[in-house]
C-alpha cells in the first residue's frame, strides 16, 4: 500500500512539475489583451461618455465603478469602496487563461449604489467570459430617473471589453532633447481622454487615469467602434509615456502612441500606425490636446520627422536628429481635405485611404497629469 | 517566505496572507503612500473574496482557505502524510530541470488604480492644442 502511496506521490511530483513549466498560461501575461471594464454615460444625443480602468493581467483583481451626485460625472477607484459613490458596482475578477485569441475572465459584479445611495440586494451575478478582440459585453444598466439641466444623461452603463495592450518600443534618440536624462522626479497620475467626434458633432469620450512610474508607463485604451458605409471599424488607441530631464532640471515627457484600425475588408491584423511628440511636464492645471490628424482627422500632409510622424508645433527647443518637440502654444492647423493623402489601405476592388474610410470621424487625446506626493 | 521578492509591494502581500516578513523590508514598503494604498486594497481584495467564498459566489480558482482537519486515526494519517512527502522530496530531488523561476511567488495581482483628485468628468478644457500626424508602422501605406 505505501508503494502505491508513494508512487502517486512521484506521479504527481512529476505533473506538477511538468505543470509548472507547461506554455505560459493564465499566471504568464504573453498575449497583450486587457480587460477593461467601462461605465459608459449615455447622452440624449448620442454621445457617451466612458470611465474605464483594466483589469490585471494575470490573477484576482477588485475596482469599484461608479459616480456621485448624478450619473455624468462616473469615476473609478481600487479595492477601496468609495465614501461618496451614489450610483455603481464592485467587480471583483479572476483571469482564468489567455492566448493570442482571447482571454478567459471570471466577474463577480454587483450594484452596490443607486439613486444616490447604498443599496443592499442589488443586480449582480458572477460570469465566466471569453473575450475576444472588439468584444463588448454589457452587464447591467443604471437608468437616470431624474434628468436634470446639467444631467441629461439616459443612463450609466457597466460593461466589460477587450483592449490591446501598449507595446513599449524604446523611445528613438531621435526624439530625445541632447543632454537629457531618463527618469522622472516623482510618480505621476496621468489621465487621459480619448476623445471621439462623430460626423454629426455627438462626442464619444473615453477616460482613463493610470499611474506613471519615474520611468514612465503606458495606456491603452478599448476599441472604438466607427460605423461608416462601408462597414464597421475599430478604432483602438494605446500609447506610453517616457519621462527625461533636461540639463536644466526641467522634466519633459516622450508621449508616443499607436493607432490599430481593424474591422470589415481591413487585413486581419489590422492596419496599424504611430507618431510621437515631445512637450514638458505640463502642470496640474494644464490640458494639452494632441489632435490626430491624417488618417483619423483627415489626410495627412507630407513632412515631419522622428519615428512615424511628428507634431506640427510651435516653440520649444529642437530635439537632437530632428525629431518635433512641442513646447509652446500651438496654433490649430487649418482643416484638411480626407483626400490630401493618408493611409491607404486596400479594399476590395480599390485602395482607400485610412481617412476616406473613416468618413469624417475625429479623434483626439487630452493628457493632464499630477504629482503623487 | 517573502524572500526573494522583486516587487517591494510583495512582502505587503506575504503579510496580508498571513506569512512571516521581515520587519525592515515590511515597514520600508509601508513608507511608500503607494504601499500603504497597496495594503489596503490587497487587504479588501482578500476580504471580498473570503466573503464571496462564504455566500457561495466566487471564483473558479478562489483565494486558498485554510481547511481544517478532522479527526482521524493518526497513524494513518502520519503514514500517509510520509509517503506522500518523501515522494514528492524523491520526485523533486530527480527531476532534472525544476528552476528556482518556477518558485517565485505569484506576481502581486491587486489593481493599482490611479485616482485623482479632480473628477474626470466633464472634460476639462483643453489650454494648448499639438497637433501629430500618424505614420504606418507597415507597408500598408502612410499618412
Known amino acids: ?373 | 517566505m517573502e524572500s526573494g521578492f522583486e516587487n517591494p509591494l510583495e512582502v505587503i502581500d506575504a503579510f496580508v496572507d498571513g506569512e512571516r516578513v521581515d520587519v525592515v523590508r515590511f515597514k520600508a514598503a509601508l513608507a511608500e503612500s503607494e504601499g500603504r494604498d497597496y495594503l489596503v486594497d490587497a487587504w479588501m481584495l482578500r476580504e471580498a473574496a473570503r466573503s464571496d467564498a462564504a455566500s457561495g459566489m466566487g471564483f473558479a480558482a478562489p483565494l486558498p482557505v485554510a481547511r481544517r482537519v478532522h479527526s482521524r486515526p493518526w497513524i494513518l494519517v502520519t503514514a500517509v502524510a510520509s509517503a506522500i512527502i518523501a515522494g514528492f522530496a524523491v520526485g523533486r530531488g530527480t527531476y532534472p530541470i525544476a528552476t528556482s523561476a518556477s518558485a517565485n511567488p505569484p506576481v502581486p495581482t491587486v489593481v493599482v488604480v490611479a485616482t485623482p483628485a479632480v473628477a474626470a468628468f466633464p472634460v476639462p478644457a483643453a489650454t494648448r492644442v499639438i497637433q501629430l500626424e500618424f505614420r504606418s508602422d507597415g507597408s500598408s501605406g502612410g499618412d
Open chain 1, 1 to 373: 500500500m505505501w508503494s502505491s502511496v508513494l508512487v502517486a506521490a512521484l506521479i504527481l511530483q512529476t505533473a506538477a512539475v511538468e505543470l509548472r513549466q507547461a506554455p505560459p498560461a493564465a499566471a504568464a501575461p504573453t498575449a497583450d489583451w486587457l480587460v477593461v471594464v467601462a461605465t459608459p454615460v449615455y447622452q440624449p444625443d448620442g454621445g457617451v461618455t466612458t470611465e474605464t480602468t483594466s483589469l490585471p493581467m494575470a490573477g484576482a483583481g477588485l475596482v469599484h465603478m461608479f459616480a456621485r451626485r448624478s450619473v455624468c460625472a462616473p469615476a473609478t477607484t481600487g479595492a477601496a469602496e468609495p465614501a461618496d459613490a451614489g450610483f455603481g458596482w464592485r467587480v471583483a475578477s479572476q483571469i482564468i487563461s489567455r492566448s493570442e485569441r482571447d482571454v478567459v475572465v471570471s466577474l463577480d459584479w454587483r450594484r452596490l449604489w443607486d439613486g444616490g445611495r447604498k443599496v443592499s440586494g442589488g443586480p449582480g451575478g458572477t460570469v465566466q467570459l471569453t473575450l475576444h478582440p472588439g468584444d463588448r459585453i454589457p452587464l447591467d444598466l443604471i437608468t437616470n430617473a431624474s434628468p436634470r439641466a446639467d444631467c441629461r444623461a439616459v443612463a450609466l452603463g457597466l460593461e466589460v471589453r477587450l483592449g490591446r495592450a501598449a507595446v513599449v518600443s524604446p523611445t528613438p534618440a531621435s526624439m530625445i532633447p541632447i543632454g537629457a536624462t531618463p527618469g522622472g522626479a516623482k510618480k505621476l497620475d496621468a489621465e487621459f481622454w480619448l476623445i471621439h467626434t462623430l460626423p454629426s458633432g455627438a462626442e464619444q469620450v473615453m477616460h482613463q487615469a493610470v499611474r506613471v512610474p519615474l520611468a514612465g508607463g503606458t495606456f491603452g485604451f478599448a476599441p472604438m467602434s466607427v460605423e461608416t458605409t462601408r462597414g464597421s471599424v475599430n478604432v483602438q488607441l494605446t500609447g506610453s509615456l517616457d519621462r527625461y530631464r533636461a540639463p536644466s532640471g526641467g522634466e519633459f515627457l516622450v508621449m508616443s502612441m499607436t493607432r490599430l484600425v481593424t474591422g470589415d475588408g481591413l487585413p486581419p491584423a489590422g492596419v496599424s500606425s504611430s507618431t510621437g511628440s515631445v512637450i514638458p511636464l505640463p502642470l496640474p492645471t494644464e490640458v494639452p490636446i494632441f489632435e490626430i490628424t491624417g488618417p483619423v482627422g483627415g489626410g495627412a500632409r507630407g513632412g515631419g520627422g522622428g519615428r512615424g510622424g511628428a507634431a506640427r508645433v510651435s516653440g520649444g527647443a529642437v530635439a537632437a536628429g530632428g525629431g518635433a518637440v512641442a513646447g509652446g502654444v500651438v496654433a490649430r492647423a487649418p482643416q484638411q481635405t480626407p483626400a490630401a493623402g493618408g493611409q491607404v489601405v486596400a479594399r476590395g476592388g480599390g485602395a482607400v485611404p485610412v481617412a476616406v474610410l473613416l468618413e469624417g470621424h475625429q479623434f483626439a487625446l487630452k493628457l493632464r497629469v499630477t504629482q503623487v506626493n
